[in-house]
């Protein structure tokens, strides 16, 4: 990519002011929420799974390359091959030369966050393999040159009435009503040919089991099991992450996942494959591991929980500031809570900085995260990463002419001295008596706080702080 | 040059710097205190999976033993589906008695199958509390594709397959994945999406109809 | 039982009426109410944007201030969530960055006994009625770190019930952040603001008098947009409230 991106409130401002993408954002996430609440209040043991589902992602992460070798030994033990890759060039080639190798020039594909994050499609373009996508979202923003804005619901910034005309413009279907069903017929129909002519499949995992080899794609609408059963090779992309250690380890990641991402008891269709099987399926099987930045997050203790990750993106439908914003406003892959976090730790902390505070820190998305990230406690963590890289890389004098470090360090000053604090305390409602007016402050000027006082009044000081009224009501208490 | 399988490795191992040498990965205990069994007699399992798969707008039926072949006989008529695809294995006597012709799947290519109007097929288990069938090319139920591509998909659940939550069908399930590697699938439901302003439509690329007997569940109730 | 009250930065420069209903209410209720002159600040505003290590001599301080007493009560629930649930966090990057471990065994001793108001009087007192009357149509906003970390629970609630003359109503969507978040108001001002009129709309088809709720910070942002559009609905700290009294009500 070219440039720095920008920053969250810069692009926070733009989709703010886009008032349909807000309603859309605003029903969707609200619509996937109480879902959510739904099935997941139906189960007496949430807590439990819960609890289980962290203690598994710790103990794997704690162990993470014993478990990656154990599955390669169960992939390979099962007809299929492994692939190391060190990061998105290493990943995209891989991919891109196996395709060749067959001499495919087209590819079914089976949505993936983690293609989008090495960009595979524009990889495999650049080798003149063209990457067909298979869900009804991505194909509707592929067709769109967009990106998405959800992991689950890609298009949910798109309504009806947008995606018919995306479709009637790139799809070859001369009438077309704005019906989710007829707009879901249309996209059947010119995606069947694919899934049966397509040499190659491309499917992301959402999980591997370490024990036996077995991968998984958990979806809904079939193209996962088209993309995986139907073309003769198979090529699946995992970060290493995502490895569990045994096949039992899925009756809690597959109670967990579906309830908390689109609010069902179970997603549709689950597919787990081991390797190869004769007669049923590809009978070349491939499984690319990516490391990509997370052994950089594995490294940071407090951040390592990040990997837990299983994609469900529950956390961004209960996020404020997500269902309000939208995903692009992220300027991420992967938006929302999870990508305030995992974004600045796989790119690096000065290409995101604006991303940890994308939150008012309030919690939903902790105490609704199935394997535990505590979200906040990372979001603080890595602003502190974010201060201190810019606490050394301006040192000395420049430090303190950034207006947030010098004000933050005249505070602490002022915090660490009664005497100081008191003085401070005469001196702010001395200094405010110009602006007051007897009265609230409708107007700050520019600054910092200007942007406090465009919706809001500005409470004037008190005449009298809480510690004077006690020392004076002590007194008097001690003569009477 | 040092491959990418040995940086990996040897990233991962600095990464993890601060987890003692001499924990292995089977020291680090992690509690199940889930629920593992669902305490429920096998009329109220089967029951409640019939009710959940319902939820999913799959048409359910309980069938006695003895009728079956007229039951899927009647529910592909009134499909309108004359040619079924089916596994080999499929029990003569959950073959439709008449009016529908079944295609054995002998090596049908993906093309022939998909001009087929529908699948029967068999199950290895059923999960009661989130109305899920879980296939794994197991008796009666054949490879992946026959299930997938054919837009009908009736499927025979024996009342005695029916469990009650994942932790159940996973046991069942873990045998054939270990020593075998059987590819599994879990069903629930027909194919969906509700990627049009979060309306859920059945049917995108999976089959768009699902239709669920449960044979020998419940003496008191047959097909309608 | 030695009761201190942690005022807190805030409370004691802008909002001294918060700080006397509590003592108020408190010496109503038979306990008595120490304020140990010496606090300051418990860094909360630090520690959140990043100036992790800056919040460091402001914890130190804060456990030497409020060493010794039972338990220690505040008027707001992000600061007391502050220091029982991150001091422990401010303990270890003292070890981290500077080698003392003598913080984190003081924030062990002193972070427990903090309460947030409500916490302490139906969990630490056993109280529910506190005597109060406020004939007022009222709504509460439970308030992010009450809610989340500290997890107080329906504690306001039972508090609020039990106040004579008070007409408690529901607030919509009420466990949706304000969009106040500290520093996040100021530097994601646009999304805070869209937070807040979602806030606004749900408080104002309650047609309350007042929304109260147990953080002065919050009210504060929701006051201020009340205030600016002259809706003439008040906000009112949780503690204002109980410590009112039919007294006051003829005054
Ligand atoms: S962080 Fe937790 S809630 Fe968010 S997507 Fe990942 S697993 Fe789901």
Same mark, same amino acid.
Request: charged share 25%; aromatic share 6%; proline share 5%.
């Given at each position: 990519?070219s ?5 969250f ?22 619509t ?5 609440a739904?099935?997941v ?11 289980t ?8 992460? *704690? ?6 070798e154990a ?5 390979? @033990? ?10 998105a060039?290493?990943? #995209? *080639?891989?991919?891109a ?13 089976v949505?993936?966050?983690t ?7 524009e ?8 990457a ?5 979202a991505?194909?509707i923003i ?5 990106e ?9 910034h798109r #309504? ?13 279907v ?6 989710p @069903? ?9 995606l ?5 002519s ?5 499917s992301?995992?959402n %999980?591997?089991i ?21 073309p ?9 992450e995502?490895?569990?250690?045994? %096949?039992?380890?899925?009756?809690v ?5 579906p ?7 179970? #997603? ?9 099987s ?6 070349? %099987? ?15 203790e407090?951040?390592r929980?990040?990997? #837990?990750c299983?994609?469900?993106?529950a956390?961004?439908?209960v ?11 992220y300027n991420?892959v ?5 990508g ?14 604006s ?10 998305c ?12 990372v ?33 602490? *000053?002022?915090f660490?001295? @009664?005497?100081?604090?008191?003085r401070?305390?005469r001196?702010? @409602? ?5 602006l ?12 910092l706080m200007?942007g ?7 409470k004037?000081?008190p ?13 008097s208490?001690a003569?009477? | 040059?040092? $491959? ?17 040498e001499?924990?292995?990965a089977?020291?680090?205990a992690?509690?199940r $205190?889930?629920?593992?069994?669902h ?6 399992l ?12 799959a048409?359910v039926?309980?069938?006695r ?25 499929l ?10 012709e079944v295609?054995?799947?002998e ?16 199950c290895?288990?059923?999960i ?5 069938i ?11 594709a026959?299930?997938?591509l054919?837009?009908y998909h ?13 932790p ?10 270990r020593?075998?590697?059987r590819p599994v ?9 509700s990627?049009?302003?979060l309306?859920r439509?059945e ?8 239709e669920?007997?449960i ?9 309608s | ?14 909002f ?8 108020r ?7 008595e109410v120490?304020f140990?002159l010496?606090? &300051?600040?418990?860094?909360?505003m ?9 919040a ?5 301080r ?12 505040s008027?707001?629930?992000s ?10 966090r ?11 471990t003598?913080l ?11 309460f947030e ?6 969990g ?10 406020y004939?007022?149509?009222?709504t ?19 508090l609020?019930r ?23 108001a100021?530097?994601?001002a ?8 979602d ?7 309650t047609?309350?008098?007042?929304? &109260? ?19 003439g ?11 009112a ?7």
């Amino acid at each position: 990519m070219s440039g720095p991106s920008p920053s969250f409130p810069e692009s926070a401002r733009v989709a703010l002011a886009n008032t349909q993408l807000r309603r859309n954002m605003g029903y969707a996430t609200q619509t996937i929420r109480a879902k959510r609440a739904l099935v997941v209040d139906e189960l007496p043991d949430w807590e439990e799974l819960r609890e289980t589902g962290r203690a598994i992602k710790e103990s794997v992460l *704690r162990h993470l390359d014993e478990h990656l070798e154990a599955l390669e030994q169960s992939v390979t @033990r099962a007809g299929g091959q492994v692939h190391w890759a060190r990061d998105a060039d290493e990943a #995209n *080639r891989i991919i891109a030369g196996i395709v060749s190798g067959h001499g495919a020039t087209e590819i079914a594909k089976v949505k993936s966050i983690t293609s989008d994050e090495i960009k595979l499609n524009e990889a495999l373009a650049a080798r003149g393999i063209e990457a067909i996508e298979t869900d009804l979202a991505e194909l509707i923003i592929q067709l769109d040159g967009d990106e998405s804005s959800h992991f689950l619901v890609p298009a949910i910034h798109r #309504n009806r009435a947008e995606i018919r005309e995306i479709f009637l413009e790139h799809l070859d279907v001369d009438e077309l009503s704005d019906d989710p @069903r007829e707009l879901a017929e249309a996209a059947r129909l010119h995606l069947r040919e694919k899934f049966l002519s397509a040499r190659v499949g491309v499917s992301g995992a959402n %999980f591997a089991i370490a024990e036996t080899g077995s991968v998984l794609v958990v979806e809904s609408e079939g193209n996962g099991r088209m993309c995986t059963t139907l073309p003769p090779v198979l090529i699946s992309l995992m970060g290493i992450e995502k490895v569990l250690p045994t %096949f039992q380890d899925l009756e809690v990641f597959l109670q967990l996942l579906p309830r908390s991402s689109t609010g069902e008891r179970m #997603n549709p269709y689950t597919s787990v494959w081991t390797g190869t099987s004769e007669g049923d399926g590809p009978q070349e %099987f491939h499984l690319v591991l990516l490391d990509n930045g997370r052994t950089a997050v594995l490294r940071d203790e407090i951040g390592r929980q990040t990997l #837990n990750c299983i994609r469900c993106s529950a956390c961004l439908n209960v996020c404020p500031v997500y269902s309000r914003t939208g995903g692009h406003a992220y300027n991420s892959v992967y938006p929302g809570p999870i990508g305030a976090i995992l974004t600045p730790q796989l790119v690096g902390i000065h290409a995101a900085e604006s991303l940890p505070y994308a939150s008012t820190l309030c919690g939903a998305c902790y105490e609704v995260c199935p394997v535990k990230i505590n979200i906040p406690e990372v979001l603080v963590h890595l602003r502190g990463k974010v201060v201190r890289h810019k606490q050394a890389e301006h040192s000395g004098w420049r430090a303190r002419l950034d207006p947030e470090a010098a004000a933050m360090a005249a505070m602490a *000053r002022v915090f660490s001295s @009664r005497a100081r604090y008191e003085r401070a305390q005469r001196l702010a @409602r001395l200094g405010q008596a110009p602006l007051a007016r007897r009265g609230p402050i409708s107007h700050l000027p520019g600054g910092l706080m200007s942007g406090w006082t465009a919706m809001r009044d500005l409470k004037a000081l008190p005449q009298r702080t809480f510690r004077e009224w006690w020392v004076e009501r002590d007194g008097s208490r001690a003569d009477a | 040059m040092s $491959s990418a399988r040995e940086e990996i490795l040897g990233r991962i191992h600095a990464a993890t710097r601060d987890v003692p040498e001499s924990e292995k990965a089977d020291d680090v205990a992690v509690t199940r $205190s889930y629920r593992q069994r669902h305490e429920a007699s096998r009329d109220e399992l089967v029951e409640l999976f019939a009710e959940r798969v319902a939820d999913y707008r799959a048409t359910v039926h309980h069938v006695r033993r003895a009728s079956v072949a007229d039951v899927v006989a009647e529910v592909c008529e009134a499909r309108g589906a004359t040619r079924m695809v089916a596994p080999a294995d499929l029990p003569t006597e959950w073959r439709p008695s008449d009016g529908v012709e079944v295609i054995a799947d002998e090596n049908l290519s993906h093309e022939q199958l998909d001009g087929i109007d529908g699948v029967i097929t068999g199950c290895a288990v059923g999960i009661a509390e989130t109305g899920t069938i879980v296939l794994d090319g197991g008796p009666r139920q054949g490879r992946r594709a026959i299930s997938l591509l054919p837009d009908y998909h009736l499927c025979l659940v024996e009342a005695d397959q029916v469990v009650g939550g994942m932790p159940e069908a996973v046991s069942v399930l873990v045998d054939g994945v270990r020593s075998a590697g059987r590819p599994v699938t879990f069903i629930s439901g027909p194919s969906a999406t509700s990627d049009i302003e979060l309306d859920r439509v059945e049917g995108v690329h999976g089959p768009r109809t699902l239709e669920v007997l449960i044979v020998g569940a419940d003496p008191r109730t047959t097909a309608s | 039982m030695r009761v201190a009250l942690f005022i807190t930065c805030f409370n004691d420069t802008l909002f001294p009426d918060t700080g006397r209903a509590v003592v108020r209410l408190l010496e109503r209720l038979g306990h008595e109410v120490e304020f140990p002159l010496d606090q &300051t600040c418990c860094g909360q505003m630090h520690f959140n944007t990043g100036y992790q290590v800056e919040a460091i001599p402001l914890a130190r301080r804060f456990v030497r201030t409020f060493a010794g007493y039972d338990a220690i009560v505040s008027p707001s629930g992000s600061c007391a969530a502050m220091v029982r649930d991150y001091y422990g966090r401010l303990g270890e990057i003292a070890v981290e960055e500077q080698g003392d471990t003598a913080l984190a065994e003081q924030v062990a001793q002193v972070a427990p006994r903090v309460f947030e108001l409500s916490e302490l009087l139906v969990g630490q007192l056993g109280v529910e009625d506190v005597g109060a009357y406020y004939p007022h149509r009222v709504t509460y906003h439970p308030t992010c770190h009450s809610l989340r970390l500290l997890k107080v629970g329906e504690a306001p609630l039972k508090l609020l019930r039990a106040v004579r003359g008070i007409d408690l109503v529901e607030l919509p969507e009420a466990e949706e952040c304000c969009g106040f978040g500290g520093t996040f108001a100021i530097k994601n001002a646009d999304t805070s603001m869209a937070m807040l009129s979602d806030k606004l709309r749900h408080v104002l088809d309650t047609r309350a008098e007042v929304c &109260t709720a147990g953080d002065n910070s919050c009210l504060m942002h929701i006051g201020g947009a009340l205030s600016r559009q002259r809706s003439g609905v008040r906000t009112v700290h949780l503690a204002e409230i109980l410590a009112a009294t039919e007294d006051d009500a003829r005054v």
